[in-house]
């Protein structure tokens, strides 16, 4: 428990600082989700020390939910940089044809 607890300190600073790449490193998606999804139901089940299983419970929601924000920022930028790589293709391409262009013209004119 002591160990999900340092994961999860973890996990919310490098949030704090924007670390998203560190974070996204960090975390090992369906498996360590399922780990956790166990751990909360093991611990619902639990009889001792209602106050920890309640708030371990809280606290792995939280973290979920975190998780689920930090992989739809990383896919938004995922997006963000497909997009900017295809405007940078298009744009080439454009210079590319200007040049060429350009130089017909220009040979044209001498010739």
Same mark, same amino acid.
């Given at each position: 428990?002591?160990?999900?607890?340092?994961?999860?300190?973890?996990?919310?600073?490098?949030?704090?600082?924007?670390?998203?790449?560190?974070?996204?490193?960090?975390?090992?998606?369906?498996?360590?989700?399922?780990?956790?999804?166990?751990?909360?139901?093991?611990?619902?089940?639990?009889?001792? &020390?209602?106050? +920890? $299983? !309640?708030? *371990?419970? %809280?606290? =792995? #929601?939280? &973290?979920?939910? +975190? $998780? !689920?924000? *930090?992989? %739809?920022? =990383? #896919?938004?930028?995922?997006?963000?940089?497909?997009?900017?790589?295809?405007? =940078? #293709?298009?744009?080439?391409?454009?210079?590319?044809?200007?040049?060429?262009?350009?130089?017909?013209?220009?040979?044209?004119?001498?010739?």
């Amino acid at each position: 428990m002591q160990n999900l607890r340092a994961r999860t300190l973890v996990y919310r600073q490098l949030l704090q600082q924007e670390a998203w790449v560190q974070l996204a490193e960090s975390v090992n998606g369906a498996e360590e989700a399922a780990a956790w999804e166990a751990l909360a139901s093991l611990m619902k089940g639990a009889p001792e &020390l209602p106050h +920890e $299983r !309640e708030q *371990l419970v %809280a606290e =792995l #929601q939280q &973290l979920r939910s +975190e $998780r !689920e924000e *930090l992989q %739809a920022a =990383l #896919q938004a930028a995922r997006a963000r940089t497909l997009a900017a790589i295809l405007a =940078l #293709q298009r744009s080439r391409h454009s210079l590319d044809r200007h040049l060429r262009s350009s130089l017909a013209t220009l040979v044209d004119r001498i010739g």
